[in-house]
């Protein structure tokens, strides 16, 4: 191959400057038309860009008023055939922020909006301490709550503790024929809602026999209020919290989250997972 004579090289050179420098005139000057541009139509602009984020906004309420609508026809299934639902059933539908949905996770959340998944999810190992049958990290914060509420002088029973899917069904059958879906809806869960299928939950009771709603008025409550975030407990269904957690105050009924989140939600005074997580709960 020849080589390049060195005038032109400077040729080419000074050429390729020359198209650079034009290159970036053109671009300045296409910039300050766009600029002034937008300048001249800002108010067209703002309305299309305003259009824009209210059509986003219409799609994102109607994707949640959809994943709502699932979640509520999933939820009737499965108090229309509760003991056939998790064969018909797609979980995923009936737990709609797919957040906080590990079953597994001391971390999980479970209310009329969150199912478990799957409906019929049992955890792998459950161990009995002091009456509850509960996870191994729930059970073991459990006995050192209920060794501290002895020593205190306040002993505390368990009269509830890890239930499975097909004992919520019994459980919650049998409510139904007490009070109604309605009535039975407001204080027991349908299967696969319950916090007591995760292996996280315990219900309370004083030795001398105050069960369920007496429990509340017992100095053994009152200890609790005090100290069982201490060990990574919280009463999860307060009075006031209904149309947030979906069930009536349970001043019985106690849920292990860990030390860490019990004792940050004491510290912010917040009483519900829904609020801590700000996710939704209510009805079904
Ligand atoms: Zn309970």
């Known amino acids: 191959m020849r080589r390049l004579q060195p005038q032109l ?15 970036a005139a053109l671009e300045t000057i296409a910039n300050e038309h766009l600029s002034a541009f937008r300048q001249h139509h800002a108010l067209e602009i ?12 219409r799609t994102a309420a109607m994707r949640v008023a959809l994943a709502d609508q699932a979640a509520k026809d999933t ?6 055939n509760p003991t056939a639902a998790y064969t018909t059933i797609d979980s995923s539908t009936c737990n709609i922020s797919k957040m906080h949905d590990d079953p597994a996770s001391t971390l999980v959340l479970v209310n009329k909006k969150h199912c ?15 009456g509850a049958l509960l996870t191994s990290d729930a059970a073991k914060a459990f006995a050192q709550l209920y060794e501290a509420a002895r020593a205190a002088g306040q002993p505390i029973t368990v009269t509830s503790s890890y239930r499975s899917f097909q004992d919520q069904v019994v459980t919650y059958q049998y409510w139904v024929g007490v009070s109604g879906y309605d009535g039975a809806d407001t204080y027991s869960a349908r299967p696969g809602y319950s916090e007591h299928q995760t292996g996280l939950a315990v219900d309370l009771a004083s030795p001398d026999g105050c069960v369920l709603s007496c429990f509340g008025a017992t100095s053994q409550y009152t200890w609790l209020q005090a100290n069982a975030a201490t060990y990574g407990f919280i009463q999860r269904y307060h009075s006031g919290d209904e149309a947030t957690t979906g069930y009536s105050a349970e001043e019985w009924h106690y849920r292990y ?11 912010k005074g917040i009483d519900t997972l829904e609020e801590y997580w700000n996710l939704p709960g209510g009805y079904y």
């Open 75 to 80: 939820a009737y299934e499965v108090i229309t």
């Open 9 to 23: 090289l400077i040729v080419l050179t000074s050429i390729t400057v020359v198209i650079i420098a034009f290159i």
């Open 257 to 267: 989250v860990g030390r860490e989140v019990a004792l940050d939600m004491k510290d």
């Open 46 to 57: 703002q309305q299309i860009d305003d259009a824009i984020a209210m059509s986003n906004n």
């Open 116 to 130: 478990l998944q799957p409906l019929t999810y049992a955890p792998d190992e459950l161990v009995t301490v002091y």
